[in-house]
């Protein structure tokens, strides 16, 4: 069965510096695609960043970047000079292709970010 | 171009009674889904749908919820009778399979009371 796991239930972080959220992911899919999502405060799902299994580099949005190791299964968020309204929840998820649209999703880190 | 819509924003209702929550998706998109996130459970998706046909259903609790899309622009989720524990944010969400990574878009979300 298809499977995220989010280890990290709280991170901190100084603004300005670097920040990594883990995610490992689960399946015997070949084919498959892996999302972050932002969810600040005010409740809302931002989409942030995608990397496909096929895809040879690490997806990259802006401060947001995906450390994608595909051989260990993790899919890890990298945010780069962390800034106070990126504290919020960041979910992984994944989704296998054998069922298009469907996403499995983590069960998300609380990041705060320190002024 | 309009996001996801979804009514109403916050409903408070009394145990037993029936609560229906509604979802317009974005123009051409031919995926919908409705989601429950609670503290306990995380982001559980409910239903989806492809094309206004349901897909797959499992997540649906049980009998007492129920959702249809009767053409693209529309869907619901129905509860009845509700109970205490059905109190969440639901979120609809829709994508389009035509291109890119398919990621979802969210709605606000619904919160619901159930007292």
């Known amino acids: 069965a298809q499977k995220i796991t989010q280890t990290q239930p709280g991170m901190f972080v100084q603004e300005k510096e670097a920040v990594t959220l883990d995610c490992t992911y689960d399946?015997?899919?070949?084919?498959?695609?892996l999302f972050w999502y932002k969810q600040p405060s005010s409740g809302e799902m931002i989409f942030l960043i995608y990397q496909g299994s096929y895809d040879q580099q690490n997806a990259t949005e802006g401060r947001y970047s995906l450390n994608f190791q595909k051989a260990r299964k993790s899919a890890n968020l990298v945010i780069s000079a962390s800034q106070l309204g990126d504290s919020a929840m960041y979910f992984c998820a994944m989704r296998d292709d054998s069922n298009t649209g469907k996403l499995i999703f983590g069960q998300g880190t609380t990041l705060q970010v320190k002024p | 171009d309009a996001g996801v819509i979804q009514s109403p924003r916050h409903e408070v209702t009394e145990m037993g009674q029936e609560v229906t929550l509604r979802c317009k998706p974005i123009s051409g998109h031919d995926y919908l889904f409705w989601y429950r996130q609670t503290m306990m459970r995380g982001l559980e998706l409910l239903i989806y749908?492809?094309?206004?046909?349901?897909?797959?259903d499992s997540g649906m609790p049980e009998d007492r919820f129920s959702a249809k899309m009767p053409n693209a622009s529309f869907s619901t989720l129905k509860i009845q009778p509700s109970e205490p524990r059905d109190s969440a944010v639901y979120f609809c969400?829709?994508?389009?399979?035509?291109?890119?990574?398919?990621?979802?878009?969210f709605g606000p979300g619904t919160r619901l009371t159930v007292l």
């Open positions: 399946t015997s899919d070949p084919s498959y695609g």
């Open positions: 749908f492809n094309n206004n046909v349901p897909i797959d």
């Open positions: 969400a829709s994508s389009s399979e035509t291109g890119g990574p398919h990621e979802q878009f």
